[in-house]
């Protein structure tokens, strides 16, 4: 697969993820514990630690399966 074609399907992934986000917080994704959140006065670090653990596992998955 050529370099072109692979950051066109990943741009488009990430376009399905911007758009389907609404639905995908409403299931709680990316407030689950583990999840770092800092909030002070002027300044707030949030790191989804947990939800990208849960994400890249879905998506290793999802790849091995179509792999197959």
Known sequence: MDLQRLLIII???LVVAG???PI???LGLGRLPGDIAIKKENFAFYFPITTS???SLLLTLIFWLLRK
């Open 53 to 55: 653990i849960i994400v």
């Open 19 to 21: 758009l389907l986000w």
């Open 24 to 26: 995908i917080a409403k």
């Open 11 to 13: 741009g488009v992934c």
